[in-house]
C-alpha cells in the first residue's frame, strides 16, 4: 500500500535485482487498486543483474504515467512467465522426448547395465541417433532465439547448449551411450533441464521497494555497496 499526497499523474519506480537467470528474464504483472493499468505491465521484465538496479515502468524517456487520487493505493506484483513461455514449452516437449529415450534403453540394458557389453542399441533402437539430434536441434535453437531477445548470451542459454552438445554426441555414437558413464550423463541432462523448468517457473527476483513520482522527478541513485 502506498499512500499518494495529492491527486496528479504518477511514474512507478523500482530498486531490484535478478541474479538468478543470467542470460534471461524475471517477469512480473504489476497491478494497480486490483487493476493492470498497461499492457506492458502484464510481463514486465527484469533482466540479469547482480547489483541493484532502478527501474522506472515504461522507461525513463517515455514512463507510463498512471492518475491516482490522494490517499492509499495497493500496488500488487504477480509471478508470470510472460516471454519465457515459449521457452518453457520448448523445454518441456523436450524433457519429456529424452524421458521417454531413456526409458526404452534402460527397457533393453536395464538400470544395472554392463559397459562392456554390445546391447546393439542402433539396430534395436533405429530412430535413437536421429531423435537425439532433433532434441539437440530443438534446444540449439531455443537458446539462440533466446539469445535474439535478450539481446546478450548467459549462464542459461550456455547450459541449454551444453545439453544439446551432448545429445548431438550421443547421437554421433550411439554403441558408446553404455560406455563409461554415458548413460548416466544423459540422464542427468534430462535432470538438469527438468531443474530449469522450475527456475524459470520460479521467476525470483529480490525487490527492495517501489516508489511513486510525479513525472518531473528522477528516482535515486542506487548505491554502489547496496
Request: aromatic share 12%; charged share 25%.
Amino acid at each position: 500500500t502506498v499512500d499518494v499526497p495529492e491527486d496528479g499523474f504518477y511514474n512507478l519506480g523500482l530498486k531490484y535485482r535478478q541474479g538468478y537467470l543470467d542470460g534471461l528474464f524475471s517477469s512480473r504483472r504489476i497491478y494497480v487498486d486490483g487493476v493492470v493499468p498497461f499492457a506492458e505491465w502484464n510481463a514486465v521484465r527484469f533482466n540479469y543483474t547482480s547489483q541493484w538496479e532502478n527501474m522506472v515502468l515504461g522507461g525513463d524517456a517515455g514512463a507510463h504515467s498512471i492518475y491516482l487520487t490522494k490517499g492509499e493505493h495497493e500496488i500488487m506484483m504477480e509471478n508470470v512467465v510472460g516471454d519465457l513461455t515459449d521457452t518453457m514449452g520448448v523445454l518441456q516437449a523436450v524433457v519429456s522426448n529424452l524421458n521417454e529415450l531413456y526409458l526404452s534403453i534402460i527397457m533393453i540394458t536395464s538400470i544395472d547395465y554392463d559397459p562392456y557389453r554390445d546391447y546393439d542399441l542402433d539396430i534395436r533402437l533405429p530412430n535413437l541417433a536421429s531423435d537425439f539430434k532433433a532434441n539437440a536441434d530443438l534446444l540449439f535453437q531455443e537458446s539462440k532465439r533466446l539469445e535474439e531477445i535478450v539481446g546478450k548470451k548467459g549462464a542459461e542459454n550456455a547450459f541449454i547448449e551444453d545439453v544439446a552438445y551432448n545429445l548431438q554426441s550421443y547421437s554421433e555414437n550411439i554403441a558408446d551411450l553404455t560406455y563409461k558413464d554415458r548413460l548416466t550423463n544423459f540422464k542427468n541432462d534430462i535432470n538438469g533441464l527438468s531443474a530449469k523448468l522450475s527456475a524459470y517457473q520460479e521467476q525470483a527476483l529480490d525487490l527492495d521497494y517501489i516508489t511513486l513520482h510525479s513525472s518531473n522527478m528522477k528516482m535515486p541513485k542506487t548505491k554502489m555497496n547496496a
